[in-house]
């Protein structure tokens, strides 16, 4: 009998890319969509394709292991027993929307599987063993991506808010609960699939060039780092005060990551102050963030759209 554990989808509020090159990150879970293992006994070609998926990601972990440098103590035969028994991954998290879908995967294999030395899921776990979970989650997870922080896997795992200060010093926290106010966070949806690899390449290729590295130190980390602290104090006014400047940081050094069709969306919103946009993960794709100081004045500008409320304030 398999114990049914929920692996929620995460958002990172703020910090993509920036956490690349040591800005500040929040990234908090999100439980309106979730993943977990289950045994399949009809037919279901949604079921056989997560499974075949697994068994590629089991052959990866074979080859790791063949290498000694699998990350943590995988019990592999035991997963490659319940594949063989139609084990698969039943998630409604979507794929390539920046909120996590394979990090959630990562998260409940390492559960499920790590046989010594895990570490255990606990809100008070001390900086390094924080450290060392994101490292082995970081090492399972650039199967899907090529390279990864290890971060969503990791918010995933311990489905906390976690406070990124630095790529060393990272920790739970807790964030303002969302009350009655005119003000909102949410989440729009582009209806596109965002590619991360590709993205993320061209950030790493732009980071070579001086100009804009000195954007990302003088501007971009400046404006994220105040958001983060706004949003952790509850600072409404000084929340949408910052995050207007890094929309606008976003506009003009970000647009390949921003699809196309909502790069006026985009510029219309920091014109009329109605909402700011910013990305949600690597974007190109899938969710962008909004924030706006009266949710039903956006929802109005935005009514072609979908759009999740996350946090009110």
């Not at 008070?124 to 390279?147: A, C, P, R, V």
């Not at 993205?199 to 780092?225: A, I, P, S, T, W």
Request: with cysteine; glycine share 8%.
């Amino acid at each position: 009998m398999l114990k049914e554990s929920l692996y929620y989808s995460k958002i990172l509020l703020f910090g993509e890319y920036g956490i690349i090159k040591d800005s500040m990150g929040l990234s908090i879970p999100y439980s309106d969509y979730n993943g977990k293992f289950l045994f399949e006994n009809e037919n279901n070609p949604e079921s056989k394709k997560s499974n075949q998926q697994l068994f590629s990601f089991l052959a990866h972990l074979k080859g790791l292991d063949k290498q000694n440098s699998l990350p943590c103590n995988l019990d592999l035969a035991s997963f490659e027993n319940d594949l063989n028994n139609n084990l698969y991954f039943d998630s409604s998290i979507p794929q390539g929307f920046g909120i996590g879908s394979s990090g959630a995967i990562v998260a409940a294999i390492y559960d499920k599987y790590c046989r010594e030395d895990k570490i255990l899921s606990d809100k008070d776990l001390q900086n390094e063993k924080i450290l060392e979970l994101k490292t082995i989650f970081s090492n399972l997870e650039s199967y899907y991506h090529g390279t990864s922080s290890g971060l969503d896997p990791l918010i995933c795992y311990l489905n906390l808010p976690i406070l990124i200060k630095s790529k060393t010093n990272l920790g739970t926290v807790g964030i303002p609960s969302s009350n009655n106010g005119k003000g909102a966070v949410f989440l729009l949806n582009t209806g596109e699939v965002g590619n991360t690899q590709p993205l993320v390449q061209h950030f790493l290729e732009r980071c070579k060039e001086e100009g804009f590295r000195e954007m990302l130190k003088n501007k971009f980390k400046k404006y994220n780092d105040a958001s983060i602290e706004a949003f952790l104090k509850n600072e409404g006014h000084s929340l949408l005060k910052n995050v207007k400047s890094l929309s606008k940081v976003l506009y003009d050094n970000f647009q390949p990551m921003i699809p196309k069709l909502f790069r006026k969306l985009w510029k219309e919103g920091i014109d009329s102050n109605s909402y700011y946009l910013k990305l949600c993960g690597s974007g190109g794709g899938g969710y962008i963030l909004g924030f706006t100081k009266d949710f039903e004045k956006a929802q109005r500008k935005l009514s072609s759209y979908q759009l999740d409320v996350i946090h009110r304030f």
